[in-house]
């Protein structure tokens, strides 16, 4: 059989490259790194950037498809692998490769864990505020090429604010630079931004020069209770427009409130403020007069609240909607609905303040489907949009991932695709429109 | 390469007679940005007023692969808005609409032309303003402030212009309009509104830009400290920097330039100081005060001569009036000058600008400083007299010499005024031949062939049209730093 002794061939090249224990062919470890259900020929374990470009080098010459992985804990996001060979597990490029706490700049592995980084920069009085629900254990690099963002958004924004400088393997394994170790630079295109969200498609990133920010000295949490979805509404369109500097908002649905142990109270909106002891407390009191204003009841809240909001969000189905700011609480209410069929209750956490919101379903029914096709439909106008983060395979089967994307725009992301991975080398058909 | 009549009349019946500028003397106002060196007339200007418009420029012009040139207000400093091969130079001045203010999603949608201050001017009574202050902010517009990624000394905090562009709606090198982003944040699909910011006009031309628009601070603060040397100034920065404070803006004002403002405008800055640090915060009351608590012993630390404190608007706007008619004093100092605005890590401040005060010693010139401390981005300007011979040579050595100190304590060739024509060949410096080979993959996707703004951003690309110019005109009336 032809394809067994290339495929015994390849297994020597590839064990060569990353040696023979970071090679894993057994079905278990394969199983255990399938994307949808499909299981890879091989999971590699690259030790540096030197073995990933090798890599996606013979990937490249022999036609095999990759995807790169981090921790593994959004390996749903995205279509089904149109093709999938190789898997490339990041997590031996985990160094701190450069902290210069006197810069305010981190260059990391794409491998390094977000706890893990957190120690280091702790140590520093500093931070890097990426926050996705869940995401201590996850990795920089995995974080970055899936966007995925917290309520720390807010203040800091998201890896496309904090990415000054990337490394990255094009799919031809060429390493590549964009970007600049410093804080400020416009030297040429903005590289780095191209590789956020791009879920590996254009570059596998290998490592990341990040912007840290000072942690604040001081920290507080409120929650605030609303007797009902509109005085929510009212109360963050208040906050929005006032001069209290919130670092997260965080707006959580009846279900969310429950499942993250906040009690049983209905809508709430954990909000948290960091600074010095002094403006934390003026700004918690200005926060409390605002509450009372609209109605709610304002309780101090721990900071074991925020990762708490993680647990809201686990389960089989996850969606990830985008949307204007002001309409939040409307797509909110909407998504409530999706339950309605027997999909198990909805739970959604919202960042408010950026028109985010995150979705669990306990499960999906065949109703789900085009459910979630008209909320594509219904948020299409203000350029809105629902994207399928986790789901069992039969709903994702019948449902594209990502959705529409606008066709204008869409035919510059082809054409980015096509210039820069024509072979369909990195990730293929997992990202927007099968890219 | 002059245009054929049928091609100025395709031209002007797309845009009007009124919108089109044909004659020689109409157009040699567009022969150069501020950046005096580079100069490039095109064969023609026009003035659209709609995005459509553009649209069928530019898909005329690259019909007759004709180079087109986008330009906001020309208030550029890097060889950009400027037509070293001849061409179309599409002038943005008059789609200046502010189109939709959006404070419920604080937002704004712009066209591009609109000066940026103007877009403030329009949101502060409804207590919000757009972040980016470019020193051109009264002249610039804000599609060329989103060309060029331009920053400003408010950056240090709110980040530069691409923190705030939401999205863009462009017409493509290929003749495509297409909206990039918008006011949605959230977004699958690659990050094409992030590439276009800073593109420079060498993807497409930006028609409309949906900006972010922040909330005003509770408070502000503005303290002016001055030293006795420009190293004291810039320990100083580090410091407060390395203290975990990050204020809105840490401006350093050198002993030239204080001598310079004081003869020139009198700001009142302390005679006989070596450097002055403008120190602004803003944000909750109690939080500025508290930073302002530990900003003036560091201050004293470092052997500030006098600290002084805003008690109200008025005194702020004195003691900002020195930095902000920085550069209308520059020609008391010297009849020429060269600029650059290279970044380095900001803790190798002090370390720069010492080494920086050798090079203008080795190459007998002197340097002037005026910049954005608190993100390293300098902005040395290298003084020299044309009229003396060999001062441009030394100064440009000098010029050279500094950018790769910067470069080799691992800093960027530009922090804010962008590539353009003036630093394209310096591209290599910080990139190697594979990263520029992936921008140029990026360029040709957007604009496949080659008519948007060329010779711009990246190197190996034919020089300046009409050459570099070794005697120089008179000093720009204004010029923004």
Sequence with gaps: ?435 | MPLTAAFLAELGGIVGPDALIATPEGRLAYEADMHVFYRGMPDAVVLPSTAAQVVAVVRLCRREAVPVVPRGSGTGIIGGAMAPTGGVTVSMNRMNRILELDFRNRCAVVEPGLINLWLSNATRPHGYYFAPDPSSQMVSSIGGNTGTNAGGPHCLKYGITTNHVLGVQVVTGAGELVWLGGKVQERPGYDLTGVTVGSEGTLGLVTAVAVRLLHEPEAVKTLLASFPTLDDASETVSAIIAAGIVPSALEIIDEFFVRAIEEGVGAGYPKGAGAVLLIELDGPREEIEAQAHRIVPLCREHGALEIRVARDEAERALLWKGRKEAAGVVGRMSPNWLLQDAVVPRSRLPEIMRRMQAIAARHGIRIANVFHAGDGNLHPMVLYDDRVPGELERARAANDELLRECLALGGSVTGEHGVGLDKAEAMPLQYEPADLAFMARLRRCFDPDGVMNPGKLLPDHPACGEGFRQRLPELPPGAWV
């Design chain 1, 1 to 435: 059989m032809s394809v067994a002794v290339s495929t015994v061939a390849l297994t020597e090249v590839l064990a060569e490259v990353v040696g023979a224990e970071h090679l894993l062919t057994d079905p278990a470890a394969r199983e255990g790194c399938a994307v949808d259900g499909r299981a890879p020929r091989w999971v590699a374990r690259p030790a540096d950037a030197q073995q990933v470009s090798r890599l996606v080098m013979v990937a490249h010459a022999e036609g095999l498809a990759v995807a790169p992985r981090g921790s593994g804990s959004s390996v749903g996001l995205g279509n089904p692998p149109a093709r999938l060979d190789l898997v490339m597990d990041l997590t031996r490029l985990d160094q701190i490769e450069d902290h210069a706490p006197a810069d305010m700049v981190a260059s990391v592995g794409a491998g390094a864990r977000l706890d893990v980084l957190d120690g280091t920069f702790a140590a520093a009085g500093q931070m890097l505020p990426l926050d996705p629900a869940g995401g201590e254990q996850r990795t920089v690099g995995g974080v970055l090429a899936t966007g995925s963002s917290g309520p720390r958004r807010f203040r800091y924004g998201t890896g496309r604010d904090l990415l000054l400088g990337v490394r990255f393997v094009q799919a031809d394994g060429t390493v590549t630079w964009g970007g600049a170790r410093v804080v400020k630079s416009v030297t040429g295109y903005d590289v780095p931004k191209l590789m956020v969200g791009a879920l590996g498609t254009l570059g596998v990133i290998v490592s990341a020069t990040l912007r840290l920010h000072p942690r604040p000295a001081a920290a507080g949490s409120w929650l605030l209770s609303f007797g009902s979805p509109a005085a929510a509404e009212s109360l963050v369109a208040a906050l929005l427009d006032s001069a209290i500097e919130p670092d997260r908002i965080a707006l959580v649905d009846a279900g969310a409130r429950r499942r993250a142990g906040l009690g049983d109270g209905g809508w709430a909106a954990l909000v948290s403020i960091g600074s010095v002891a002094e403006a934390v407390a003026s700004q918690g009191a200005a926060l409390a007069r605002l509450g009372a204003r609209h109605n709610a009841d304002v309780g101090a809240a721990p900071e074991s609240a925020w990762p708490a909001l993680g647990r809201a969000l686990e389960g089989p189905v996850r969606l990830r909607v985008g949307c204007e700011v002001r309409r939040v609480v409307h797509w909110m209410r909407e998504l409530g609905r999706l339950g309605a069929d027997g999909a198990g209750e909805p739970s959604a956490v919202a960042e408010a303040g950026n028109g985010v919101i995150h979705l669990a379903l306990g499960g999906a029914t065949a109703g789900t489907a085009d459910a979630v096709r008209r909320l594509r439909e219904a948020l299409a106008p203000e350029g809105g949009s629902a994207v399928v983060e986790r789901a069992p395979a039969t709903l994702k089967a019948g449902l594209d991932a990502w959705g529409p994307a606008p066709p204008g725009a869409f035919a510059l992301m082809e054409r980015l695709k096509r210039e820069v991975d024509p072979l369909g080398v990195l990730n293929p058909g997992r990202f927007v429109g099968g890219l």
